[in-house]
């Protein structure tokens, strides 16, 4: 036994260069795989969890300036298949899936050659690493991929939509606010995902480290459900405020406000709705994240297993 324990335990020390070579930074074909099964995980994850996006959206969006009595997610749930139909609960999938491949690929994608550049620089690849490389993996991706987020919210929200393609909607948006537009709430949806790749991809990395070293857990599926798990609640907690500013701004022109920036929406929130509002559909975005962290994170490492990929 305390031969086995050794060598895990060397396994977590100086080990990351050696191990991040042999994966994303062996050939072109390396890095394909290694970005293809990033989006492909978060766009499976995604499909399968979009009506609970769909519930988050619409109760982010209650009693906008105003305190009161919130309607949960399980009568909105029933209030939306009865005035709009179980269609509706797939409005923006195409938008949704579309980015899912995109910046899922890149957000999991960039999250270890960020870790290793850090390792190479400061040759250490702590919790604080961890952390940054998720953080800088989180913003770029979602920089780059906001307007189909923009894109995806909008038809979420209008039922009224339901016969309007993305295509035309995007054509709607250009034409009548501007191509900016499609950048609206870039600052949170920045926010966001830098403290969503940060807490999920950190908290996911260390609780395998941590469950590998003081128990018996190994490298499978049981210590992915578990650290995945874990991952989801935490980036839960930390990014439910975040998503609820980004959701307000991305729909401004669609319901009344005037917020100038994400500071001044969430000082509004808590002035105006407590500070329960900036938790508005918590509960949805924990129902839905926390399948879609455990789900995204499963498929991933059995992907990169059987491409030959080492695990994450």
């Excluded at 390792?119 to 979602?142: E, M, P, R």
């Excluded at 990395?205 to 499978?220: A, F, N, Q, V, Y």
């Excluded at 949805?284 to 399948?291: E, H, Q, Y």
């Amino acid at each position: 036994m305390e031969g086995n324990s050794a060598s895990r335990n060397s396994s977590f020390s100086g080990t990351v260069k050696r191990n991040e070579k042999q994966n994303w930074a062996t050939s072109p074909s390396g890095a394909l795989y290694h970005f293809g099964t990033s989006g492909f995980s978060v766009a499976v994850a995604t499909g399968l969890t979009h009506p609970l996006d769909v519930l988050k959206v619409r109760l982010q969006m209650q009693l906008i300036g105003q305190r009161g009595p919130l309607i949960g997610m399980g009568p909105l749930f029933v209030q939306v298949l009865k005035n709009e139909g179980p269609k509706s609960l797939y409005l923006g999938l195409t938008p949704a899936l579309t980015r899912s491949l995109l910046y899922g690929g890149l957000r999991l994608g960039l999250y270890e050659p960020s870790k290793y550049a850090c390792d190479w620089a400061f040759d250490s690849t702590n919790i604080l690493v961890k952390i940054v490389s998720g953080a800088f993996a989180g913003s770029i991706s979602t920089a780059l991929t906001n307007p189909v987020e923009v894109l995806k919210v909008r038809l979420q929200m209008n039922s009224d939509m339901r016969q309007r393609g993305p295509i035309a909607e995007l054509h709607k948006i250009v034409s009548k606010e501007g191509i900016g537009a499609l950048w609206k709430g870039v600052g949170p949806a920045t926010a966001r995902a830098a403290a969503l790749t940060a807490s999920q991809l950190a908290t996911y990395d260390e609780s395998k480290r941590i469950l590998m070293k003081w128990t018996p857990l190994e490298e499978g599926f049981y210590l992915h459900l578990s650290s995945s798990t874990i991952a989801g609640l935490v980036s839960t907690l930390i990014t439910a405020p975040i998503d609820m500013v980004k959701t307000r701004l991305m729909l401004q022109r669609e319901r009344a406000g005037s917020y100038k920036n994400g500071f001044h929406c969430a000082y509004q929130v808590l002035r105006t709705e407590g500070p329960r509002g900036l938790y508005k559909g918590g509960f949805a975005i924990f129902a839905r994240l926390g399948p879609q962290t455990t789900i995204t994170f499963i498929l991933c490492e059995k992907l990169r297993k059987l491409v030959g990929l080492n695990a994450i």
